[in-house]
């Protein structure tokens, strides 16, 4: 386990130690632990006394964006951009925060890419409270997706714009990608904007006026974005169709060339094979120009059969 703690108080922001931050007053004290279960736990409920239906949330290994309302606090969870490794079905890393009156903790299991900014704001005391701490994570991670969700369009666009029989499967690829990155991101943005719209209707005094306009803003955000992503998967999907009927266009001209190309040799196959048998009675077995009339007999047959294929329009489909 490891973590940090810092105190905002008469407009300034200090680091303090874990210990000392549970007896510190102000206008902020945030407590931060990053770990697993196993070693938080013992500290959340032996140190810092919480009861353990904060601490089960807070260390809880499953968990979806959420907002429950807690006596004179709430429980908020948040998932945002992580540099670590994440799966591929679960690509946001999840932020754990218990707010009260003055004072906030928060946990983590992964690395958030969000942290150090938020980090630095209540650094420089521009975080004043509880309600700003978790404005400036819900405003910190959804600005951190806006430019994905974007990337993610601007994928699919490139795609349509280069759709082609010749690039089938590595449009394929992309498209498919594109698309198990927009489930992911959708899985838990939609519950994340209604999390934030429920947070800036609780009741509370711990919740400022300014804080319930951010996070509504932040929920808007969410929302555009989550519509966005429904947007992209629909699209990804009609691409995929395109692109599987621009295969089965090419399987199926392709077969059409190899049934031309059979017609054709099909009755000189039969001719020759008929010419070669080794019995009595072939004509002109004998003949010096035999060998040229055949071949002439067969070239004059594939002229005319391709011409009927040409007359017919067949080598244009």
Known sequence: M????????DGAARAVPLEDALTADGALVWIHLHGEESALRPWLEGVAGLPAYVVDPLVAVETRPRCTALENGAFVNLRGLSPDELATSDPLASVRLYAAAGRVFSVTRHRLTAMPAVREEVEQAHVADPG?????????????????????????????????????????????????????????????????????????????????????????QAARMAEELEAIRERAALIHETLTDLRAEQIDQRSLQIAIVAMVFLPLTFLTGLLGMNVEGIPFAHAPWAFAGVIGVCILLAVAITGWFVHRHWLNR
């Open 132 to 220: 700003d701490l978790i404005v400036a994570f819900a405003e910190e991670i959804t600005g951190e997706l806006d430019p994905l969700v974007a990337e993610l369009g601007d994928t699919l666009d490139d795609c349509e714009e280069g759709l082609s029989a010749d690039r089938v499967f590595e449009l394929r690829r992309v498209v498919s990608r594109t698309r198990i990155q927009a489930i992911g991101y959708r899985r838990f943005l939609a519950p994340q904007r209604a999390a934030l719209e429920k947070l800036s209707a609780l009741p509370g005094d711990w919740l400022g006026a300014d804080d319930r306009l951010h996070l509504a803003a932040a929920a808007d």
């Open 2 to 9: 490891n973590g940090f703690a810092m105190q905002v108080k």
